[in-house]
């Protein structure tokens, strides 16, 4: 069944010691806008989505946009290349644009859900998936440090020490991410219930599995999607309505006082024409509502009258 109501989805992660995302323009260094606050780009989190679906090895998980080697198994394929590959695309065996736009989507579980840019001889293709992200930001102000590192072995394979690097890293930030699910781009890509479903998992469980030095330590906290009962219908902005009652010196969820009652209160502006609130958590975070404490979110929400359902 093709996506049937709009989502608005807040996704919460936590990182210790560790880069979320490097500016290559910056030495690599963590993205921080001038007030402080940790930034991670949307292509950050659709890497990490997608690595999840390729590690399933599930032919209804086909992704896409991979990396991907010619024969000589050195030389990077294009876009072009492993589009004209996979669809069986000659000189003389051609797609016209709408042909592209129905096979890609129906083949590839990313395009299906984030859309895909496609440039061949005769038809340039855009395809606009119903899920988009915001870029994510930190709810805290977290603390940049440097590191020198050296590798044993030398890159180039002569005798001596290995080469001498810096690792840039954030000590603990806490970062939010804004989504919204399109129902009218899910029917144009053929976006279902079920690839919803699968982009919940690959979420939660990709940002748990992600095993690099510069990504270690990164820990899913909250997935929550407010599921509409209209089409067209979203609050908007629901990004703004968190804040921590501290935004520096942070050092993990347990310190995290995250003051939920402008969230709460807005969702209760638009509780007729919410449908179900979809909910994930992992209890760690120190919740502040009503002058108390919770460690779960599900619980004010069902004591507001929301209908809640664990993904």
């Not at 000189?91 to 061949?120: C, N, S």
């Not at 810096?166 to 079920?194: R, W």
Request: aromatic share 8%; hydrophobic share 35%; charged share 30%.
């Amino acid at each position: 069944m093709l996506l049937q109501n709009r989502r608005e989805i807040l996704f919460i992660y936590d990182v210790t010691r560790s880069n979320p995302n490097g500016d290559p323009d910056d030495g690599n260094r963590p993205r921080m806008d001038e007030q402080g606050y940790n930034l991670v780009t949307d292509l950050r989190l659709k890497r990490t989505i997608r690595d999840f679906w390729i590690s399933q090895k599930d032919d209804n998980l086909r992704v896409l946009i991979r990396q991907q080697f010619k024969d000589d198994q050195q030389t990077v394929m294009s876009m072009r290349d492993i589009v004209s590959k996979e669809l069986g695309i000659t000189e003389t065996k051609k797609l016209t644009r709408d042909e592209l736009i129905r096979l890609v989507p129906e083949k590839y579980i990313d395009a299906r859900t984030f859309g895909a840019a496609i440039t061949l001889p005769g038809a340039n293709v855009s395809i606009t998936g119903p899920m988009q992200f915001g870029i994510g930001k930190s709810l805290n102000k977290p603390e940049l440090n440097t590191m020198g590192i050296t590798t044993v072995l030398s890159s180039t394979g002569e005798q001596g020490a290995g080469s001498m690097g810096q690792f840039h890293y954030v000590d603990y930030s806490m970062i939010l991410f804004h989504g919204i699910a399109c129902e009218y781009n899910s029917e144009k890509t053929l976006f279902s219930e079920e690839d919803l479903t699968h982009l919940y998992k690959a979420m939660w469980f990709g940002t748990k599995q992600i095993n690099t030095r510069s990504k270690f330590n990164h820990n899913p906290r909250l997935l929550l999607s407010v599921v509409s009962k209209e089409k067209e219908f979203q609050i908007g902005g629901l990004e703004n309505k968190l804040k921590l009652s501290k935004e520096e010196e942070i050092n993990g969820p347990e310190e995290t006082n995250l003051c939920i009652d402008e969230f709460i209160n807005t969702l209760k502006q638009y509780q007729d024409q919410i449908e179900i609130i979809e909910l994930k958590e992992t209890n760690d975070l120190v919740l502040l509502y009503s002058d108390k404490e919770y460690n779960s979110i599900k619980t004010v929400l069902e004591e507001n009258g929301f209908r809640v359902k664990d993904l």
